[in-house]
């Protein structure tokens, strides 16, 4: 099994920043990709930013320009950072890792989630 763990969420005013991290943990054996993703309240859950092992990131449109992720391999940690935001980025962010363990094959795994609320 692997956990995975959002942090960093919170109020924030329009135009501000936020740094989201994820760490996983488990009996990790490999972790290939690990993304972003949120949902609005009566919306969809939405990919927010994708990154893959070797460092390629991918972004929602919405985003483009405005955040960035990044992520530690030797932490099994991801990061999000947040700047210039909006109030339609509003939502419950969660993470998710494509990862296997010593027992399970390649799985995705979802965190809990945490709330960004940009809001003056």
């Known amino acids: 099994q692997v956990h995975l763990v959002e942090s960093g969420g919170g109020l924030v005013q329009p135009g501000g920043s936020l740094r989201l991290s994820c760490a996983a943990s488990?009996?990790?054996?490999?972790?290939?990709?690990m993304g972003w993703y949120r949902q609005a309240p009566g919306k969809q859950r939405e990919l927010v930013a994708g990154?893959?092992?070797?460092?390629?990131?991918n972004y929602a449109d919405s985003v483009k320009g405005r955040f960035a992720i990044s992520r530690d391999n030797a932490k099994n940690t991801v990061y999000l950072q947040m700047n210039s935001l909006k109030p339609e980025d509003t939502a419950v962010y969660y993470c998710?890792?494509?990862?296997?363990?010593?027992?399970?094959?390649?799985?995705?795994?979802w965190g809990k989630g945490t709330l960004v609320t940009v809001s003056s």
């Open positions: 998710k890792a494509k990862a296997s363990t010593i027992v399970e094959p390649l799985q995705d795994y």
């Open positions: 990154i893959t092992s070797a460092g390629s990131t």
């Open positions: 488990g009996s990790i054996f490999s972790i290939n990709a």
